[in-house]
């Protein structure tokens, strides 16, 4: 009869304690339910764009980040009397570039270096509708990784390049200079004389 009854106290424990456990467990969940998810706010965009001190020009500086298409489109905009954009970056993200080209070519804007413009920079400069260049400005060229023994997921280089180099020829870039571009290494980055820049083209005739 003892037995008995010291069997039905640790029963009752043990009950106990798993009711217990079960409203922790319940309370834990409540709270993470009530919870809100965690608010995830991206970076800022590492570029600024904004109206040059004469007026006469957009300039251009940073990193090619991305929403400089969508500004770049605003501020045209804003001010549809300007077509001239001013660059002043080391590149950026490709993608982006191209989408700035598209805005370019939509509104007849012209685009000038007077510094380092290179990598998706040096796409932008090219996308203008006329393109100039400041004593000490700069333009510099690279090529794409294209290790065989890479894997890009779904990204072809390939034909990622290719689709820079029909920017590049929508310009009407000198074929020849078009072609280096295609057999360009990755680094260093070439950097054309001038002298390159106007023969291709790529600087626009005085």
């Not at 037995?3 to 009950?15: A, G, S, V, W």
């Not at 065989?148 to 020829?169: H, K």
Request: with cysteine.
């Amino acid at each position: 009869m003892r037995e008995r009854r010291i069997d039905e106290i640790i029963l009752k424990l043990l009950l106990g304690l798993a009711l217990a456990g079960l409203g922790v467990i319940a309370v834990a969940i409540a709270r993470t339910e009530a919870r809100p998810p965690p608010l995830r706010i991206p970076p800022p965009p590492q570029f600024e764009l904004a109206l040059a001190a004469d007026g006469q020009a957009f300039e251009l500086g940073g990193l090619v980040d991305f929403g400089l298409t969508e500004a770049l489109r605003t501020m045209i905009a804003d001010h549809p009397e300007i077509r001239h954009l001013t660059l002043d970056s080391h590149g950026g993200y490709v993608a982006e570039a191209r989408g700035v080209v598209t805005v370019l070519r939509a509104h007849g804007v012209a685009t000038h270096v007077d510094g380092h413009c290179a990598s998706a920079c040096a796409l932008i400069y090219a996308g203008g509708s006329t393109r100039t260049l400041g004593p000490e400005g700069r333009i510099g060229l690279h090529g794409y990784a294209m290790q065989s023994d890479r894997n890009f997921g779904m990204i072809d280089p390939r034909v990622e390049m290719q689709r820079d180099l029909a920017i590049f020829r929508a310009q009407s870039i000198d074929e020849s200079f078009v072609a280096r571009l295609a057999n360009l290494p990755q680094s260093p980055m070439w950097y054309p004389s001038r002298e390159e820049l106007r023969k291709a083209g790529m600087v626009s005739p005085p």
